[in-house]
């Protein structure tokens, strides 16, 4: 399988725990997201990269929140000291930069669901 | 900023049936209009998209969306429902070069 994938899928942590999310792109795609996903809502985007440079953060990515993708190809995404809040399916996607951005389509990987106890 | 609104949290649909999932949007400049199904337990997975050219884009699994420029839709449409097409539906709009708003979403259910 040659798309976006995620791990683990499913992460049970107690208040006040780290913990770390992986996600691998596509492999030739060059720009990554991460989004946050709460029950009933749409994805909010919270961070993108393009090859290893973090280019972009919405303020929803709190001080406790950060990401890394160190070599251009996978990412990691750690919350540091995890809030009930932070209950949530966290996604990752991938996309190959063109010369249009608008003509970039954004995949999806299956998510990591994330409950804080 | 961009923006789109479901205005319907669901929609019921017998099999066979027509189905519509409606989608309106607010952009400054060029809208750039997806369509994402997303089913239980499973990240989002891509339907079509408008970026210019025909109204009437045509995706994945037999969906297509109008867009129509003067009423600001991009609704979803399908001649023939299927129950395997029950999912929770994304309107989506490209806000910058990395951002994508997504809509609240609407959960279609075709009953057989």
């Known amino acids: 399988d040659t798309g976006v994938s995620q791990d683990p899928r499913h992460k049970i942590t107690k208040r006040g725990q780290n913990v770390t999310f992986r996600c691998d792109p596509i492999s030739e795609h060059n720009r990554l997201y991460w989004y946050r996903q709460t029950l009933g809502q749409g994805p909010e985007f919270l961070t993108y990269f393009q090859n290893e440079a973090q280019l972009e953060k919405s303020r929803l990515l709190s001080d406790r929140f950060s990401a890394e993708r160190p070599k251009g190809s996978f990412s990691t995404l750690e919350i540091q000291r995890t809030e009930q809040g932070d209950s949530a399916m966290y996604l990752c996607?991938?996309?190959?930069?063109?010369?249009?951005?608008?003509?970039?389509?954004?995949?999806f990987g299956p998510g990591t669901r994330l409950l804080v106890l | 900023a961009q923006s789109v609104a479901q205005p319907e949290d669901q929609v019921n649909v017998a099999e066979g049936n027509p189905l519509t999932v409606k989608c309106t949007y607010s952009v400054s400049g060029n809208p750039y209009l997806f369509w994402y199904v997303q089913y239980p337990n499973r990240g989002l997975q891509f339907l079509l998209k408008?970026?210019?050219?025909?109204?009437l884009v045509k995706g994945s699994y037999g969906f297509e969306a109008e867009f129509n420029k003067s009423q600001t839709s991009f609704h979803l449409k399908k001649p023939s429902a299927l129950v395997s097409d029950s999912a929770l539906y994304f309107c989506?709009?490209?806000?910058?070069?990395?951002?994508?708003?997504f809509g609240s979403g609407t959960r279609l259910s075709i009953r057989p």
């Open positions: 996607a991938s996309s190959l930069a063109g010369s249009q951005f608008a003509q970039e389509t954004q995949y």
């Open positions: 989506a709009v490209r806000e910058s070069a990395s951002k994508i708003i």
């Open positions: 408008y970026i210019t050219g025909d109204n």
